[in-house]
């Protein structure tokens, strides 16, 4: 498999094409030796749009290129000829990618939307607009007009795009925890697997189904207390979970659940509270590793699961059906 490096924030600089400049020129003919004005309009330029395609996953080709510029429209000719229009560009974007345009004025960027959908485009630079040719400026006192408009510049816009992934269910949890396990268990991704700790280092995206309806599962690299101060991998992943719409804390029988969930959820906390009022549920895995199963407290749905023996994922599996309906 083609590991491609995961990317969710880049900066680029879109513009768009100059329009074409309108033409001076007149109409020569055999007989007509002073014939009216007959220079076309120039094109208009290219324009540079943002277009979701549904197979990214990552930012990472915007690494190497920074400036995208739409061609120019070409400038008008005689015998009232149009120039060309410039062709536009297309960059394409994984879904879930916020756009945010530098504001020159107040010195900020400011979000100008999101692609969610796949196909789903937005204007970025609109291309400058074509000059017209000089065809347009004859009057009763001007017959031959020895003038034509300049084509416009293109917009020219400073970019950030920030990618927050577009999944249904998001796993949270310490490191070691199982997280992708669970995702191998339950989709088809195979994300790696390994006996210790930020074995994850950005988030994999996992595709199950379940009665004909595509799921999509966000594995995150693990967390630890102190992350909001930037200990560990720090809490950078965590925007990829808040477009999900159900979060699990995925907790180590044999380690702490109890505490461990406490830090889990103080650290979301300090995030951002708000994700906390999504739909919430508790996967307790390993549980082939212990006896007996000792009684935990918890306010919220709990499942004990072993994600490498596939015990249990069956409920697990309705749990996330009855949420996601
Ligand atoms: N016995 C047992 N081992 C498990 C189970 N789930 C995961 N493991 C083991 O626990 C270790 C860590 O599993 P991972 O799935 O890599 O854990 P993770 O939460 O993704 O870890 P990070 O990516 O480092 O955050 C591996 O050795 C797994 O084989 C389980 O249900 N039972
Ligand atoms: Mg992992």
Same mark, same amino acid.
């Given at each position: 498999?083609?590991?491609?490096?995961?990317?969710?924030?880049? $900066?680029?600089?879109?513009?768009?094409?100059?329009? /074409?400049?309108?033409?001076?020129?007149?109409?020569?003919?055999?007989?007509?030796?002073?014939? =009216?004005?007959?220079?076309? !309009?120039?094109?208009? #330029?290219?324009?540079?749009?943002?277009?979701?395609?549904?197979?990214?996953? &990552?930012?990472?080709?915007?690494?190497?290129?920074?400036?995208?510029?739409?061609?120019? #429209?070409?400038?008008?000719?005689?015998?009232?000829?149009?120039?060309?229009? #410039? $062709?536009?560009?297309?960059?394409?974007?994984?879904?879930?990618?916020?756009?945010?345009?530098? !504001?020159?004025?107040?010195?900020?960027?400011?979000?100008?939307?999101?692609?969610?959908?796949?196909?789903?485009?937005? *204007?970025?630079?609109?291309?400058?607009? #074509?000059?017209?040719?000089?065809?347009?400026?004859?009057?009763?006192?001007?017959?031959?007009?020895?003038?034509?408009?300049?084509?416009?510049?293109?917009?020219?816009?400073? *970019?950030?795009?920030?990618?927050?992934?577009?999944?249904?269910?998001?796993?949270? =949890? *310490?490191?070691?925890?199982?997280?992708?396990?669970?995702?191998?268990?339950?989709?088809?991704?195979?994300?790696?697997?390994?006996?210790?700790?930020?074995?994850? *280092?950005?988030?994999?995206?996992?595709?199950?189904?379940?009665?004909?309806?595509?799921? &999509?599962?966000? !594995?995150?690299?693990?967390?630890?207390? /102190?992350?909001? $101060?930037?200990?560990?991998?720090?809490?950078?992943?965590?925007?990829?979970?808040?477009? &999900?719409?159900?979060?699990?804390?995925?907790?180590?029988?044999?380690?702490?659940?109890?505490?461990?969930?406490?830090?889990?959820?103080?650290?979301?906390?300090?995030?951002?509270?708000?994700?906390?009022?999504?739909?919430?549920?508790?996967?307790?895995?390993?549980?082939?590793?212990?006896? $007996?199963?000792?009684?935990?407290?918890?306010?919220?749905? &709990?499942?004990?699961?072993?994600?490498?023996?596939?015990?249990?994922?069956?409920?697990?599996?309705?749990?996330?059906?009855?949420?996601?309906?």
């Amino acid at each position: 498999m083609r590991r491609v490096k995961f990317v969710d924030e880049v $900066e680029i600089l879109c513009e768009g094409g100059k329009g /074409g400049d309108g033409c001076v020129a007149f109409l020569r003919e055999k007989f007509l030796p002073k014939g =009216g004005p007959a220079g076309g !309009d120039g094109g208009d #330029g290219g324009s540079v749009y943002l277009i979701g395609n549904e197979r990214l996953i &990552t930012l990472a080709d915007f690494q190497y290129q920074y400036h995208y510029k739409a061609k120019n #429209g070409q400038n008008g000719k005689g015998k009232n000829q149009q120039g060309k229009k #410039g $062709e536009d560009i297309f960059l394409e974007v994984p879904l879930g990618t916020d756009i945010y345009k530098f !504001d020159e004025e107040k010195k900020e960027y400011i979000s100008i939307g999101s692609i969610l959908k796949d196909k789903e485009v937005i *204007l970025v630079a609109k291309g400058g607009k #074509g000059g017209r040719g000089n065809t347009h400026f004859k009057s009763p006192t001007n017959q031959r007009p020895r003038y034509a408009e300049k084509g416009e510049r293109g917009e020219r816009v400073k *970019l950030r795009l920030v990618l927050r992934l577009l999944a249904d269910i998001g796993f949270v =949890g *310490l490191p070691n925890a199982g997280k992708s396990t669970l995702l191998r268990a339950i989709s088809n991704a195979k994300p790696k697997v390994a006996p210790y700790p930020f074995t994850t *280092l950005t988030p994999n995206l996992g595709v199950l189904e379940i009665d004909h309806l595509k799921i &999509t599962a966000c !594995d995150m690299p693990g967390i630890i207390k /102190g992350a909001s $101060e930037g200990k560990g991998l720090g809490l950078r992943f965590l925007k990829h979970i808040e477009r &999900t719409k159900l979060i699990l804390f995925i907790l180590d029988i044999t380690s702490n659940p109890q505490e461990d969930f406490q830090i889990l959820y103080s650290e979301i906390e300090k995030y951002k509270k708000e994700l906390l009022n999504k739909s919430l549920g508790i996967v307790i895995n390993k549980i082939d590793l212990v006896s $007996e199963i000792p009684k935990f407290s918890f306010s919220l749905p &709990t499942f004990y699961i072993s994600a490498l023996k596939g015990i249990n994922i069956d409920k697990l599996i309705e749990f996330i059906k009855e949420n996601l309906r």
